[in-house]
Every structure is written in structure tokens, then in C-alpha cells.
């Protein structure tokens, strides 16, 4: 496991940013509640409801991902589909890639504003996910980010089982902390804590969190949580409460973990998340009314969710969301 010492810096940094404060930044992620679909959606129907959230004032999408089509069917339509929506230059369109093949195909579509890279503290992990060593994914990385500043994009970091593992890899607290501070040696600036199977209480959750804003709150530390419906509010709260101003999450909480045990475990829902920053007296970016939008993924889900269906009702949905 790689291990090293945190570098600790003043909050007077020139790189320390807004995220001291109550404004929270919000991260819609379709991308990550379709690539678990076995039915295949039409490009169109992706271009159409990402439209639809660009309407209705999401600034930041992880709309896509640039992987072998063996591994993930549904994003291998991902260039055509950006190619459809053409997104405005106010809207982060956030490509996931592993590779360097994967950062030139995102950059190529000119529509992706930042790459984002899975790294992990479990070896495990990687190596089910990406066919990486800790070691191969950090010269991945700075390949990527190589890629990334030639083309004038961001990149972000997620880190995958951030919050425990179920496969039996060292893990701790200290682990996360050095798993960030390796992150901003490579001049990672946007990290994204991953609780990827939904391990995480509440309770562990505020700690880890609270253990990375205390060594890094200069940077952007977000979370990428998964959850029982039941337990979602809990951990967004404990989340903001540590200081994170960074949050995932999917509408209507589409989308499940391959690798959670338990088939309650998901996506944290957007609207539960922004009622409960709402709650906590939380900055949030206007949106509009997302009513549309819930009926939508629900079509969505309940379409593709086993296999390829006529995609009308769901298309009408996305239409009038624009309207």
C-alpha cells in the first residue's frame, strides 16, 4: 500500500478556494445511473435528458465515459451523444476515463470539460475495475492530467472504497489521508471521496471527511456516497457538516453499486440531497422544479433496466422537461 505524509498547508494558500464557506456544489451524475442498465438507451434519449438538466440549471454533469464497449455497453455511444448536445460553455461536462486512449477520445469530442480518473486505495479494486496496479493508476493518472492540461481541461480524482472495502485490503483513516495527499503530488486539485459500495455510517463518513478537510480543505474535496434509501439524508448531512461543499448524486437515485452486497444500495437521490443541504442552511445553485426530470429516470429505469423497450413515454417526458 502507498503510504506517505500529508502535506499540510495555511488556509492562506493562493490554491485554497470557496469551499470554506455554505455554497455547495452539486454534481448530477446520468452517466453513473445508466452504465448499470443492461438495456441499451438511445443516444438521443441520453442527449435528450441531459438537455434537460442543462435546462433546468445543472452546471456540472458527469455525463459520460470513455472505456472499452466490452466493459461498459451503455457509454459506448458517448462521442455521438455529446456530439447531439453540444453543451454550452457554462456547463461542466465531466468525461470518465482510465486510460490515456480514454482521455484522447473525450478530449476529441471538444464537449468535455474535465476528465475524471477512478483511483482507489484497495488493489482489489483496481484491478476488478480498470486492470491497474495502485502503481499503474498513478502513471495513468499522470498521463492523463498530461493530456488534460495540454487541452486546457480539469481533471478529478475519485477515490473508489474510500470508506472501507469488502475485500479484505488495508484500510484506514491514514490510508484516505495519503491517498489525497499522493493525489496533490500529481497536482490534483479536485478530489471525490467514493463510498462505493455504501459500507459507511453516518458516523464514518463525518470522520473521514473531517480527517481529509483538516490536512486538505484547501482543495475541492467532494463525495461520491451510495446508500439505502433510508440512510441517504444521514450521510449527506454528516458529510456537509465535516466541511465537504462537493456532492453526487442522481436523480430520483437511479443507478446501483455492481459491488454492493445489498440491491437497496445506490445512488443518493439529487432531491434528497438538496433537501437536506437545504435544511443545513447550505448555499444552493438555483434549479429549477425537477418534477419532469423524476418522471423521466423513472421511465428510465424501469425501461432499460433488463432489456432494450420502445423509448416513447420517456422521450415525451425529457421533451416537456424543456419546454
Known amino acids: 500500500m502507498i503510504f506517505i505524509r500529508p502535506i499540510t498547508r495555511s488556509p492562506n494558500d493562493p490554491i485554497s478556494n470557496v469551499f470554506m464557506s455554505d455554497s ?14 443492461k438495456g441499451q438507451i438511445p443516444a438521443d434519449l441520453k442527449t435528450n435528458y441531459l438537455q434537460a438538466l442543462i435546462s433546468a440549471s445543472f452546471k456540472h454533469i458527469d455525463a459520460v465515459s470513455f472505456v472499452s464497449p466490452n466493459a461498459i455497453p451503455q457509454m459506448a455511444d458517448s462521442e455521438q451523444v455529446l456530439k447531439e448536445l453540444a453543451p454550452p460553455d457554462d456547463v461542466e461536462i465531466i468525461g470518465i476515463v482510465v486510460n490515456e486512449k480514454g482521455a484522447q477520445r473525450a478530449i476529441a469530442t471538444e464537449a468535455v470539460r474535465t476528465l475524471g480518473f477512478p483511483y482507489s486505495i484497495s488493489p482489489t479494486f483496481l484491478q476488478n475495475n480498470q486492470r491497474q496496479t495502485l502503481e499503474d493508476a498513478i502513471e495513468e493518472l499522470e498521463k492523463i492530467e498530461k493530456r488534460a492540461d495540454d487541452a486546457g481541461l480539469d481533471t478529478v480524482v475519485y477515490i473508489s472504497m474510500a470508506f472501507g472495502n469488502p475485500y479484505g485490503d488495508d484500510w484506514s483513516v491514514d490510508e484516505v489521508v495519503a491517498a489525497v495527499g499522493l493525489l496533490e503530488l500529481q497536482e490534483i486539485r479536485m478530489i471525490s471521496l467514493a463510498d462505493t459500495v455504501g459500507l459507511a455510517p453516518p458516523e464514518k463518513i463525518q470522520q473521514i471527511v473531517s480527517a481529509v478537510m483538516a490536512e486538505y480543505g484547501y482543495l475541492e474535496i467532494g463525495v461520491h456516497l451510495h446508500s439505502r434509501p433510508d440512510e441517504a439524508a444521514a450521510k449527506i448531512g454528516a458529510a456537509f457538516e465535516a466541511g465537504c461543499r462537493r456532492f453526487d448524486s442522481a436523480i430520483g437515485g437511479l443507478g446501483g453499486c455492481p459491488f454492493a452486497q445489498d440491491a437497496l444500495v445506490g445512488n443518493i437521490p439529487t432531491e434528497v440531497v438538496i433537501e437536506t443541504l437545504r435544511k443545513q442552511g447550505a448555499q444552493l445553485p438555483p434549479l429549477k422544479p425537477l418534477d419532469a426530470l423524476l ?27 424543456n419546454n
Not at 423521466?296 to 416537456?320: C, F, M, V, W
Open 295 to 321: 418522471k423521466a429516470t423513472s421511465e428510465i429505469g424501469a425501461r432499460y433496466k433488463s432489456q432494450p423497450h420502445n423509448n416513447g413515454d420517456a422521450t415525451n417526458s425529457l421533451e416537456r422537461t
Open 24 to 37: 455547495v456544489k452539486l454534481i448530477e451524475c446520468p452517466r453513473d445511473a445508466w452504465q448499470g442498465l
